[in-house]
């Protein structure tokens, strides 16, 4: 295929999640497979990691999370319906239940949320870059609306949309795997609307629900992108991110967001990530499609071009 210009940033998620993550993440980065990297504020080295992003001036956005380990909102001083009876948040799929059982007070998340880029704020003494949302929470339906105008409120105009063209096709992916990005994917084309009403931007093309993990290589990513830019004229240049989870895998009892580690951050999986994105192989397949890394701060102040964003969403209908 003609592949038009490409600037991508690759954001690494999850940072001040553990000493050993961050580690990887800030090794990605000075390396400079990393250009963005998106922090837990209630994760277990939320602080260690907001020095290194200014001692490494890397650009970091906030990671909003209402799905795994403690608050640091008003919820964490008395009940709420975005906790179990322990005080956690409910979980990857128990928050998802009960946003669609519209048991979750949606007031009570825009106070999580202002508490978190209040405490980002405090942690690097400025707005962040963007602000996407830990385990795709951001984009679940009445949330989207409430996250688009906290985040016009504070300012912050980049956010993902984890749409991903041809996921359904991407046989690799074990079925639990595929059916959660086929919902993620669903929830963010319906999140569109909120997000664009709200004046937020982002890139246009997004990959990495499909080189998640093991599923992560050089043919994989540059595969994932040729898919997302199918149709494009020859000569238009896109912008585009990719989702990365790198780092030294977390050993517990370190790390977390107030319950200790997950598997997820405890899997091999992590490293192979981080061995990917920093070896020669990939930088030099991106380099031959013609993708230039960047930081958002180098992307044009805008949204995608309502013809481009139409074309997609088009094309990635079910």
């Not at 825009?110 to 949302?133: M, N, Y």
């Not at 599923?215 to 000569?235: D, F, Q």
């Not at 790390?255 to 091999?268: K, L, Q, V």
Request: net charge neutral; with cysteine; hydrophobic share 40%.
């Amino acid at each position: 295929m003609a592949w038009p210009r490409v600037r991508l940033v690759v954001t690494a998620d999850d940072f001040g999640y553990c000493p050993r993550r961050d580690e990887g993440i800030v090794e990605a980065f000075l390396a400079g497979a990393v250009t963005s990297v998106s922090l837990l504020v209630n994760g277990a080295t939320a602080e260690s990691a907001a020095e290194l992003a200014r001692r490494h001036r890397i650009p970091t956005g906030l990671h909003a999370n209402l799905s795994e380990g403690r608050p640091v909102g008003p919820a964490r001083h008395g009940a709420s319906s975005l906790l179990s009876p322990e005080g956690f948040f409910l979980g990857k799929m128990g928050f998802r239940e009960a946003v669609a059982a519209k048991d979750v007070a949606l007031s009570q998340v825009r106070e999580e949320l202002e508490a978190q880029l209040s405490r980002f704020q405090e942690l690097l003494g400025r707005k962040p870059t963007h602000v996407d949302g830990h385990q795709h929470v951001h984009v679940l339906p009445g949330v989207c609306q409430v996250f688009a105008e906290a985040l016009q409120a504070h300012g912050v105009r980049f956010t993902r949309l984890p749409l991903e063209r041809g996921l359904g096709d991407c046989t690799w992916l074990e079925a639990p795997a595929r059916a959660f990005a086929c919902a993620v994917e669903r929830d963010a084309r319906a999140a569109v609307g909120p997000f664009s009403r709200s004046g937020l931007r982002w890139t246009d093309a997004f990959v990495g629900l499909s080189t998640c993990g093991r599923h992560m290589s050089a043919h994989r990513v540059s595969g994932a992108l040729a898919r997302a830019l199918e149709g494009t004229p020859t000569g238009h240049s896109l912008t585009a991110e990719l989702m990365a989870h790198p780092g030294y895998p977390s050993v517990p009892p370190a790390g977390g967001c107030g319950e200790g580690p997950d598997a997820f951050s405890c899997s091999w999986e992590r490293l192979h990530e981080l061995r990917v994105l920093t070896e020669p192989t990939l930088q030099a397949r991106l380099a031959q499609d013609g993708v230039q890394l960047c930081a958002l701060h180098d992307l044009e102040s805008k949204r995608p071009g309502e013809a481009t964003l139409a074309t997609f969403l088009e094309s990635s209908q079910p």
